[in-house]
């Protein structure tokens, strides 16, 4: 193990410390809103990177880079897909998300569809089922991001991949429950850049190796191809279900509650439309980047036990160390960035049902420390799925990313936009997402997770249409 890249890393894992103990120390944390969602203070430059890097996860450097290295351009059926529905959200969602996120002191996006319709006797039903579905989800993502950091430290450390687990999840621990939202942000912020970097320099000097852009386009014909086909070598029926599943799949964005809670907390709507230009210039890079590294380790590797390593060997092989070890901790970073954010969410949500639905009005300093406790369970949590390894870094998170989008973000995207959405077709849809989530990945994986969708809308919409109200729903209602 170099010391070097160790070096290198161990001081960006201190700094990603400090900077939790720092807005442990500065910040003012009177209200649960301050510790969650920063006070709604956050600016248009933080807001973009930070809602990219916490979605960007063990997917863009592992996942991502797998599916490059196996399948090639096909999985720009995903990139574009996918810079559609956040250019949705940034459009159509966020602004009035924004405005009712404030009015109705919404601290997540489950807090917000059980607050909507608080006066129903559909409130609670949505809240409890809203928070066992995010439990679900975000223990089977934080699960991915730490065998994801394991992986990596692995490879690039040479590290124990328990030692290396158990290290990710207390630095990210760590710093989350002391800092909250303000250090999730910035250290979101701060790895964003990184993974910029990473995202730039690794393809340039892969592609270099290779011998420039002609010699690295000959390679990959010559070793599959396919590679550079969006269709995989794919036709007919085949073609359909895989680029259908990619579309279903990047559907999901619109409702990832560790993004979605960054439109809560940016400082005011009228920064979104900045924002987004960032976001989707970073999204851009992120989807399109890794399938070039995929498709260059495949030339510099040919075959490889685990395809989604192929960033980590060429990380090691082709830098110096030092800055192979800015890199390892620019994509251990993009880990990180999700999971602290994904441990976030659940707190708030779990803490907010506690104080719903369970004891009654508490004082804040009582819900912050009860936030705070949480979050390090659900490291552990993270930590213990980790040393299980349930499945490949992939399947995990399209499981995760699918189940939360029909589930919280079909609602939401209705709630903004239908003023005839209702409370039972909110519960309708956020029951459906889970349960079909879960059933089309078990009973039929061959079309997961295509069947998620029509499923979860139709339930909404006959929810919805079956009591439809004589006026239409508003968030102050």
């Known amino acids: 193990m170099s010391i070097g890249l160790s070096l290198t890393f161990g001081l960006y894992l201190l700094v990603l410390v400090g900077i939790g103990v720092y807005f442990f120390l500065r910040t003012e944390t009177r209200r649960l809103t301050d510790y969650m969602l ?98 679900v989800f975000m223990a089977s993502y934080i699960g991915a991001q730490i065998i994801a950091v394991g992986e990596a430290m692995e490879t690039g450390l040479g590290l124990n991949y328990a030692v290396s687990v158990g290290a990710g999840g207390l630095a990210v621990a760590l710093y989350t429950t002391l800092g909250g939202f303000d250090a999730s942000v910035w250290t979101d912020f701060v790895q964003g850049l990184l993974v910029i970097l990473a995202a730039l320099a690794l393809p340039l000097v892969a592609i270099a190796e290779i011998g420039g852009w002609g010699a690295f386009v000959t390679a990959v014909q010559a070793a599959d191809p396919t590679l550079l086909s969006m269709t995989a070598g794919q036709t007919g029926t085949a073609l359909a279900l895989s680029v259908g599943s990619w579309l279903a799949f990047a559907l999901g964005a619109l409702g990832q509650p560790h993004g979605l809670m960054r439109f809560q907390a940016i400082r005011s709507e009228r920064l979104l439309s900045r924002a987004s230009v960032i976001a989707l210039a970073f999204q851009a890079l992120r989807l399109t980047v890794p399938l070039f590294i995929g498709m260059a380790g495949r030339v510099l590797y040919g075959s490889m ?92 998170i399209e499981f995760a990313f699918v189940g939360l989008g029909a589930t919280l973000g079909l609602p939401l995207a209705f709630l903004v936009l239908w003023p005839r959405t209702t409370g039972a077709g909110v519960f309708a849809a956020v029951a459906a997402g889970l349960g079909s989530a879960i059933g089309n990945l078990y009973l039929s994986p061959a079309t997961f997770p295509i069947l998620v969708w029509p499923i979860t809308l139709a339930a909404f919409l006959g929810a919805s249409y079956a009591t439809a109200p004589s006026s239409p729903v508003t968030a102050s209602s």
């Not at 060429?314 to 160390?321: C, E, N, S």
């Open 38 to 135: 920063a006070g709604r203070d956050v600016g248009t430059w933080p807001l973009a990177l930070s809602e990219v890097a916490s979605v960007a996860s063990g997917w863009t450097f592992f996942a991502w880079v797998g599916v490059g290295f196996t399948t090639g351009l096909h999985g720009l059926w995903f990139s574009m897909a996918m810079l559609v529905v956040v250019l949705f959200l940034y459009r159509y969602v966020a602004p009035t998300f924004r405005r009712q996120s404030e009015a109705l002191d919404s601290q997540t996006v489950v807090d917000h569809l059980a607050l909507v319709f608080r006066d129903s006797p559909w409130g609670p039903w949505i809240r409890w089922t809203a928070t066992l579905a995010v439990v």
């Open 305 to 396: 036990n685990d395809p989604e390593s192929a960033a980590m060997e060429m990380m090691v092989q082709l830098f110096p160390d030092w800055f192979a070890g800015l890199l390892l901790a620019g994509i251990i970073g993009a880990v990180l960035s999700t999971s602290d954010s994904m441990m976030l969410v659940t707190s708030a949500d779990l803490t907010r049902l506690y104080e719903t639905q369970l004891a009654g009005r508490v004082l804040s300093a009582r819900m912050i420390r009860l936030g705070r406790g949480i979050v390090g369970v659900m490291a552990l949590l993270g930590v213990g799925l980790a040393y299980w390894r349930p499945g490949t870094i992939f399947d995990i």
